[in-house]
């Protein structure tokens, strides 16, 4: 059974850092294509970074580029989210996604597939 599970969220000033991580469970972590995604009050789920289960291949939402880091660690089962420069708007909770099918990127940005973690909440405060 797969599990994701959510860490490092929190309240943060505008301008501050935080590091999100997610761990994985129950899956060949290393096949798997990951991703993070966001929900803020009364918005839908939007995505916010990926990256490949192979080469380390990332993607970003354009609006986030530059602040926004993706990474993974293998050995750890464990991707990472480095947000800087946060902004009151990057308030949501933040959710960690596993592909639906190892060796592939397919639908790794869609918000209606794969595997999901219960997410971490973000608040940044002016």
């Known amino acids: 059974q797969v599990q994701l599970v959510e860490t490092g969220g929190g309240l943060v000033q505008a301008g501050g850092s935080l590091r999100l991580s997610c761990t994985a469970s129950?899956?060949?972590?290393?096949?798997?294509?990951m991703a993070w995604f966001r929900q803020a009050p009364g918005n839908e789920r939007e995505f916010v970074a990926s990256?490949?289960?192979?080469?380390?291949?990332?993607g970003y939402t354009d609006s986030l580029k530059g602040r926004f880091t993706i990474s993974r660690d293998n050995a750890k089962h464990t991707v990472y989210l480095q947000m800087n420069s946060l902004k009151p708007e990057d308030t949501a909770v933040y959710y960690c996604?596993?592909?639906?099918?190892?060796?592939?990127?397919?639908?790794?940005?869609?918000?209606?597939?794969?595997?999901w973690g219960q997410g971490t909440r973000v608040t940044v405060s002016s």
């Open positions: 990256i490949s289960w192979i080469g380390g291949v990332t």
């Open positions: 996604k596993a592909g639906a099918r190892p060796r592939t990127n397919h639908q790794i940005e869609s918000p209606s597939t794969g595997y």
């Open positions: 129950g899956m060949a972590f290393s096949n798997y294509p």
